[in-house]
């Protein structure tokens, strides 16, 4: 089983400014199998990026994606009042699909 | 984009069998892969499993001994059965559109998901 652990667990910023999180595998992986999800409270996750660094439908370009092997990285730019979430990282290599614990994204 | 509901019972008795449905529109089910999601505080986002559209399945190793999905593509719907509830199978139950990349799934529409609740 590929383990995600996603850091920080909580990050605190301000409308405008940029967020990075990070999402490390417990073994690596190929770049095609790995997604970014946002969900707000009592909603459904919401794709954001597949493969790494492509950007789902309707997904603007605040949002962008990096990484291989065992580290992957989400960036948001220009953090607007929706983006204050939480963000999930899931890899969908192998027979097992897991997903990470989460990264909570809060207006400081 | 396709929409999905899920359907169920919300409170299903220990040792009892959990059943949903996911009914899907403004598109087919067929030429698709489905999934089952669930969500609990303690676990966070555990995958149940993948049907596609003809039939076959992948299951979660870890439930694969208890979890029955199928699909019936004449009423646009799929289902999800769990044997042998306990406690811990409470969370809330997406169903999910799989799209199918260099041979695995990423997930790129949600039904709002359905709490269920395994207590006596």
């Known amino acids: 089983e590929i383990v995600l652990t996603q850091s920080p667990g909580t990050l605190s910023l301000s409308p405008g400014e940029s967020a990075t999180l990070s999402c490390r595998a417990s073994?690596?992986?190929?770049?095609?199998?790995l997604a970014w999800y946002r969900q707000t409270p009592g909603q459904a996750p919401r794709l954001l990026i597949y493969?790494?660094?492509r950007r789902a439908t309707g997904i603007p370009d605040r949002f962008s994606g990096s990484g291989s092997g065992t580290d992957f990285t989400l960036t948001i730019s220009r953090l607007e009042p929706e983006d204050f979430a939480v963000y999930f990282c899931?890899?969908?290599?192998?027979?097992?699909?897991?997903f990470g614990q989460g990264t909570k994204l809060e207006i400081k | 984009q396709v929409l999905l509901q899920e359907s169920g019972p919300g409170l299903v008795k220990p040792s009892e069998t959990l059943s949903l449905t996911c009914s899907v529109s403004?598109?087919?089910?067929?030429?698709?892969?489905w999934s089952w999601i669930r969500q609990s505080p303690g676990q966070g986002l555990e995958w149940i499993g993948n049907?596609?559209?003809?039939?076959?399945?992948n299951y979660n190793p870890s439930l694969k001994s208890r979890v029955t999905i199928s699909v019936d593509p004449s009423k646009n719907q799929f289902s999800l059965r769990l044997n042998s509830v306990t406690a811990a199978d409470t969370a809330v139950y997406f169903c999910?559109?799989?799209?199918?990349?260099?041979?695995?799934?990423?997930?790129?529409?949600w039904g709002q998901g359905t709490l269920v609740t395994v207590s006596a």
């Open positions: 999910a559109r799989g799209q199918l990349w260099n041979g695995g799934l990423y997930f790129d529409n």
């Open positions: 403004s598109g087919s089910i067929k030429m698709n892969y």
């Open positions: 049907i596609y559209y003809s039939g076959t399945t």
């Open positions: 073994q690596s992986f190929s770049s095609s199998h």
């Open positions: 493969a790494t660094s």
């Open positions: 899931h890899q969908y290599a192998g027979a097992l699909y897991t």
